[in-house]
């Protein structure tokens, strides 16, 4: 069974950081790219970073550019995306998702559409 699971939320304070990590069981990721994503309660889920699947190519929302890393470990076959200085607007589900697609550098993230393969979701709070 084709899965990928995220891990990793929870409940921090402003400023905070957390590793979520996005594990794929049943396929191997070297040949995807990911993506994260988030949704907020009421809001439309937006797209947050992307890695290429060889992880030379990255790019970033420009909400969380310069706090949000996408890393990935294809020998551990797990993304990861270090979240730092998290506000509470970041309050969010958070999904990877995973599909043959281009993560270019610059310009616009791929779209959900694009993506083959999603995870449940993991919960972010960020809150005092």
């Known amino acids: 069974q084709l899965q990928l699971v995220e891990s990793g939320g929870g409940l921090v304070q402003p400023g905070g950081s957390l590793r979520l990590s996005c594990a794929a069981s049943?396929?191997?990721?070297?040949?995807?790219?990911i993506g994260w994503f988030r949704q907020a309660p009421g809001k439309e889920r937006e797209g947050v970073s992307c890695?290429?699947?060889?992880?030379?190519?990255?790019n970033y929302a420009d909400s969380v550019k310069g706090r949000f890393t996408i890393s990935r470990d294809n020998a551990k076959n797990t993304v990861y995306l270090q979240v730092n200085s998290l506000k509470p607007e970041d309050t969010a589900v958070y999904y990877c998702?995973?599909?043959?697609?281009?993560?270019?550098?610059?310009?616009?993230?791929?779209?959900?559409?694009?993506?083959?393969?999603w995870g449940q979701g993991t919960q972010v709070t960020v809150s005092s």
């Open positions: 890695i290429s699947d060889s992880g030379g190519s990255t």
């Open positions: 049943g396929f191997t990721l070297d040949y995807y790219a």
């Open positions: 998702a995973a599909g043959i697609v281009p993560c270019p550098p610059v310009g616009p993230l791929p779209l959900g559409y694009e993506y083959d393969y």
